[in-house]
T-cell receptor, first 115, second 114 residues
């Protein structure tokens, strides 16, 4: 069964460093998302991406965050200058068609630890 | 604002028994969807079951079924014949047809006792 894959599974970075989290969505999917889950808290929506542009973003997704689809298969989340509070599990997801009516499939997550 | 509440941080059930996980939500939207996702130790979020709000019939997927009470804004998950592989965090999520994001509950940790 096709899967959303994410790399790295775990990354430790120093505060102030730039981090890029990578995702390969399911191949025929057109909508892409990032969510995050801070330890002990709810899963939170960050951003959705369609047709090479951001379609919706949350208040969390401020100027330190950016997303990109650099080629036909990868979808990346960049955090420019990491803060301690960015430590979280970051989930990439994709859907074949418009959310929410189309099922959103999630990857296994990338655990980011900022020290 | 839309919210999702899961009031049970942890539930345990004997293998082969039935367990029900609770979820309530708040919304003023008329067109929306509700979901249960499972997160096993492997961390991947796996869709268990989904319910369209306009459908009166409760969704069923094999051993998993929901009790959708639209007026009460309640969406519980029933797992029948619990198996050891069902042990996981279970998240209830809501999505309005008018936007792109899922709103999540805090999760319920399900423990299966052999």
């Amino acid at each position: 069964e096709p899967e959303v894959t994410q790399t790295p599974s775990h990354q430790v970075t120093q505060m102030g460093q730039e981090v890029i989290l990578r995702c390969v969505p399911i191949s025929n999917h057109l909508y892409f998302y990032w969510y995050r889950q801070i330890l002990g808290q709810k899963v939170e929506f960050l951003v959705s991406f369609y047709n090479n542009e951001i379609s919706e973003k949350s208040e969390i997704f401020d100027d330190q965050f950016s997303v990109e689809r650099p080629d036909g298969s990868n979808f990346t989340l960049k955090i420019r200058s990491t803060k301690l509070e960015d430590s979280a599990m970051y989930f990439c997801a994709s859907s074949e068609g418009e959310p929410i009516r189309n099922t959103i499939y999630f990857g296994e997550g990338s655990w980011l630890t900022v020290v | 604002a839309q919210t999702v509440t899961q009031s049970q941080p942890e539930m345990s059930v004997q293998e082969a028994e039935t367990v029900t996980l609770s979820c309530t939500y708040d919304t003023s939207e008329s067109d929306y969807y509700l979901f249960w996702y499972k997160q096993p130790p492997s961390r991947q979020m796996i869709l268990v079951i989904r319910q369209e709000a306009y459908k009166q019939q409760n969704a069923t997927e094999n051993r998993f079924s929901v009790n959708f009470q639209k007026a009460a804004k309640s969406f519980s998950l029933k797992i029948s014949d619990s198996q050891l592989g069902d042990a996981a965090m279970y998240f209830c999520a809501y999505g309005a047809d008018s936007n792109y994001q899922l709103i999540w509950g805090a999760g319920t940790k399900l423990i299966i006792k052999p």
